[in-house]
């Protein structure tokens, strides 16, 4: 889940409407990480299917990460 919610942070950097100065989609992608990690972390402990709880948890990683490659590769 910690990778998770670090992915889903750097992820939400891009996704997050930037303000005038262009650092506030980063600095609420930091103050977010604490929220993305809970909500992560309750979302597998309440899961029933672990099955279910691993395809959520790889579709955030691969959705999010897409976001970051995509950023890095123009």
């Known amino acids: ?6 992915v889903l942070m750097a ?3 891009i996704w997050l409407p930037g ?5 506030e989609s980063l600095v609420w992608a930091v103050v977010l ?11 597998v402990v309440i899961e029933q ?8 948890m790889l579709a955030v990683i691969g959705i999010n990460g897409a ?5 890095f590769l123009g």
């Open 33 to 43: 990480l604490p929220a993305y990690f809970a909500i992560l972390f309750l979302y």
């Open 19 to 23: 303000g005038p100065s262009g650092l």
């Open 11 to 13: 992820g939400s950097s």
């Open 49 to 56: 299917s672990v099955l279910r709880a691993w395809i959520v």
């Open 1 to 6: 889940t910690l990778i998770g919610a670090i």
């Open 67 to 71: 976001f970051v490659a995509q950023s």
